[in-house]
């Protein structure tokens, strides 16, 4: 298989996802030095000044939101032949991401479809980061000539699908049985608490102890 996808690979796959796909051979950061950024970027401006943050989400979400949209819109039509779409085409779907989470974080989104969605996604989120790399490596240049993948926009689509469904299945596969077995052998074992008896008499002692020393120090002094 691995042998089919390099051979794919140079010959089917858009110039810059082959371009991308070699710098990736040399270096596996190459997909995380943008999103990175701007995620903890993100998230320390919420837990710093989390007042400023929900201000800014409220009172500019139309504008994060048109700039996600148009964001979106831009990448997808990227023609194969530019070099744009795994340069600054990342760095720009990076952006319009920070910005949805940006409002999606600042002005609450409720308990509905979306965020159900996401909870979902997210609690499969490690699997799928661990797996995509496979699935663009691997599975991608099996697919985009039968299925004529000759866009940035549409490679990233079916891509992203099948990252998420492949991330989902192994982490319910091999992630979540093995946290299962971890449990099992290795449990954590809560903190203890001392029973509320024992707190109370030792708060009991205590007052005992500050009155008696009262006490003597009243007398004391006459």
């Not at 794919?8 to 710098?23: E, G, I, K, N």
């Not at 040399?26 to 950024?37: A, D, F, K, M, Q």
């Not at 997210?122 to 699935?135: F, K, Q, T």
């Not at 319910?172 to 029973?195: A, M, N, S």
Request: glycine share 6%.
């Amino acid at each position: 298989m691995a042998r089919a996808a390099r051979t794919a690979r140079s010959t089917v796959l858009p110039p810059q996802v082959r371009l991308s796909l070699h710098h990736c051979d040399e270096s596996l950061y190459c997909e995380l030095r943008g999103s990175l950024v701007y995620e903890v970027g993100l998230r320390y401006w919420h837990d710093y000044s989390a007042q400023t943050f929900r201000l800014v989400a409220q009172r500019y979400a139309i504008v994060l939101l048109a700039t996600t949209v148009a964001v979106l819109a831009l990448v997808a039509s990227l023609p194969s032949a530019l070099p744009v779409g795994y340069t600054i085409g990342l760095t720009l779907l990076s952006i319009g991401y920070a910005a949805l989470i940006m409002v999606a974080v600042g002005r609450g989104m409720g308990d509905n479809a979306a965020t159900r969605l996401t909870a979902f996604v997210g609690r499969h989120s490690y699997s799928i980061y661990l797996w995509h790399l496979a699935v663009l490596a691997w599975v991608m240049p099996l697919l985009a000539g039968p299925l004529r993948l000759r866009t940035f926009g549409r490679f990233m689509f079916v891509y992203t699908i099948l990252a998420l469904a492949i991330g989902v299945a192994m982490s319910r596969l091999i992630e979540w049985p093995v946290l299962r077995l971890r449990d099992r052998w290795i449990p954590v074992t809560p903190p203890r608490t001392p029973p509320a008896s024992a707190s109370a008499s030792v708060i009991a002692t205590s007052d005992a102890s500050l009155a008696a020393a009262h006490d003597l120090s009243a007398e004391a002094g006459r």
